[in-house]
C-alpha cells in the first residue's frame, strides 16, 4: 500500500485532482478523498448539458472548484499546480456522430496531462483514469460447436427481424455470452476507441517516465446524482422518470440483455483503492457489478423502488441498432486487491429513485425525456434500422 490516509503520507496531507469531478462518479471520490484526509481541487468546465443548472449543490464549499476544459493546455496546467494525485473522469459521452470530439476530449487531453507533467517535472505520484467496459465493444461469446468468438455488431437485418441474439457465423447457432476479463478489447463506437486510446497513450508515457497510472473500465454505474438531465444516462434514468410519473417503462430489444451494473459509491472507493496500492501502477482492472442483472430485472426494480407495481414493462420490441447484446464484466482482478462491490442491483435502484424524486425539476426533465424520446421512435419508425443513429452503448458509458 502506497499510504494509508491521504494525510498519513510522509507526514504530509496529500492533494488530489479530480477532473470531471463535478459529475456523477467524479462527485462520488471526491466526496471519498475529502473523508480520507485529502485535499481536493475539481477542474470541471461544468457542460451545460450535464449541469444546466451550474455548479451542482453537491459540490462541498471546501473543494477548489476550477471552472475550465480539460483540453486547454493553461486550466490543466494551472489546475495541476502543487497536486500528488491525479483522477482523469472529465470525458465526452453522448450519441451524437461528432466523432473527432470524443477523441479530443477523451484521448487528446490525456496525452495533455502526461505532457504538463513531463515538461513542467511536476511532483505528481499517481494518476488514475477513468476508461469503460466500452472498450470490449460487443465482448466475447462461446458456440458449443466452434469455440469462442468475438462477434461486431449485429447486422442491422437481424435486428430487423427481431432477433436480438449474436449467433455463430459458422452454425448461425446462438452463442453464449461469457464474462469480460481485461485481457483483450475491441471498442467499436467512437468512444470506446477514444477511451482505448487514452489507456494505450497513459500506460506507454506512465511506463517511460515512470509516472504510475492506473487504467479502470467501469462498467455501467448507477446511484444517486447520475446525469439527471442528459439522455445519455440510460435506462434506470428513463425508466424511474417514466414510473415517478405513472408511465411503464419502455423496454428495449425483449428486455434480457444482461449487465453487470455498478453501484457509484463502489466504483469512487475502486478508483481511490488503485491510487492507494502500489501493486496496481501500470495495470487495467475492470470494475464491475456483483452480478449480471437483465434489463427487466432494471426495470422491475424501479417500478418497486418507485411504488409502481401496478405498472409492468412495456416490452414493444423497439430496439437501437449499435447496442451491444450482454455485457457483463468479470472484476477479480480488482477483487484481488480487496475490493468488492458493496450493493445489489435492489439497492444502487431505491437509491437512485429516492434521489431523483428530490430533485427539484423532476417534472420538466421529465416532459424533456418523452420529447426526446418520441423523437426517436419516429425515426426508428419511418427510417428503419439502417438509417436509425446507432447508439454506443445500450444504458450508459
Ligand atoms: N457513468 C458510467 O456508467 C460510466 C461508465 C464507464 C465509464 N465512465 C467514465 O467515467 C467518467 C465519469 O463519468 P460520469 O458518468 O461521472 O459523467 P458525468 O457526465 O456525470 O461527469 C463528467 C464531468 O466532466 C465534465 N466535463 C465534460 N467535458 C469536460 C471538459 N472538456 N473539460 C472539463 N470538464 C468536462 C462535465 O461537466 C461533468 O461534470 C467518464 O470518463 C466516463 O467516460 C462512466
Known amino acids: 500500500m502506497r499510504f494509508a490516509r491521504g494525510d498519513a503520507y510522509e507526514g504530509l496531507e496529500m492533494r488530489a485532482l479530480v477532473t470531471g469531478g463535478a459529475g456523477f462518479i467524479g462527485s ?11 485535499r481536493v481541487r475539481v477542474l470541471d468546465s461544468l457542460h451545460p448539458r450535464v449541469h444546466p443548472h451550474g455548479r451542482p449543490r453537491y459540490v462541498p464549499e471546501t473543494v477548489e472548484l476550477v471552472l475550465g476544459d480539460v483540453r486547454d493546455r493553461a486550466a490543466l496546467g494551472a489546475a495541476l ?9 472529465a470525458a465526452y459521452q453522448d450519441y451524437m456522430p461528432d466523432f473527432s470530439t470524443f477523441f479530443d476530449v477523451n484521448t487528446v487531453s490525456t496525452a495533455l496531462l502526461y505532457e504538463l507533467i513531463v515538461e513542467r517535472r511536476l511532483p505528481v505520484r499517481t494518476v488514475v483514469l477513468a476508461s469503460s467496459q466500452a472498450v470490449y465493444g460487443e465482448g466475447p461469446y462461446r458456440c458449443a460447436a466452434h469455440g469462442v468468438l468475438w462477434p461486431g455488431p449485429r447486422p442491422a437485418a437481424q435486428l430487423a427481424g427481431g432477433d ?9 447457432d446462438v452463442v453464449e455470452a461469457l464474462p469480460i476479463t481485461e485481457e483483450r478489447v475491441q471498442p467499436h463506437t467512437a468512444y470506446g476507441i477514444s477511451k482505448y486510446a487514452l489507456e494505450l ?9 515512470d509516472l504510475p497510472t492506473v487504467c479502470l473500465r467501469y462498467s455501467i454505474t448507477l446511484g444517486p446524482r447520475n446525469a439527471f438531465h442528459n439522455a445519455y444516462s440510460g435506462v434506470c434514468r428513463t425508466f424511474t422518470l417514466r414510473a415517478l410519473h405513472g408511465q411503464p417503462p ?3 430489444e425483449d428486455g434480457l440483455q444482461r449487465r453487470d451494473y455498478v453501484y457509484v459509491a463502489d466504483v469512487a472507493a475502486a478508483s481511490v483503492l488503485v491510487a492507494e496500492h502500489t501493486e496496481a501502477n501500470g495495470q487495467v482492472y475492470n470494475v464491475g457489478g456483483a452480478r449480471a442483472w437483465t434489463v427487466l430485472d432494471v426495470a422491475q426494480a424501479v417500478l418497486e423502488a418507485a411504488g409502481r407495481t401496478d405498472l ?3 416490452v414493444a420490441g423497439d430496439y437501437r441498432y449499435g447496442d451491444t447484446r450482454h455485457t457483463v464484466s468479470d472484476s477479480s482482478k480488482l477483487r484481488a486487491l480487496g475490493w468488492r462491490p458493496t450493493l445489489g442491483l435492489a439497492e444502487i435502484v431505491a437509491a437512485y429513485v429516492g434521489w431523483a424524486r428530490a430533485q427539484p425539476d423532476l417534472a420538466a426533465t421529465y ?15 419511418a427510417a428503419a434500422a439502417e438509417r436509425a443513429i446507432p447508439a454506443h452503448d445500450a444504458a450508459g458509458a
Open 164 to 172: 436480438w441474439e449474436h449467433r455463430c457465423p459458422q452454425c448461425s
Open 250 to 252: 419502455l423496454v428495449y
Open 367 to 381: 416532459e424533456a425525456a418523452e420529447a426526446r424520446m418520441r423523437a426517436q421512435q419516429v425515426l426508428r419508425r
Open 81 to 89: 499546480d502543487g497536486v500528488d494525485v491525479v483522477f482523469h473522469l
Open 312 to 314: 409492468a414493462p412495456l
Open 28 to 38: 462520488h471520490i471526491v466526496d471519498l478523498l475529502l473523508a480520507r484526509g485529502y
Open 201 to 209: 497513450a497513459a500506460l506507454a508515457l506512465g511506463a517511460k517516465y
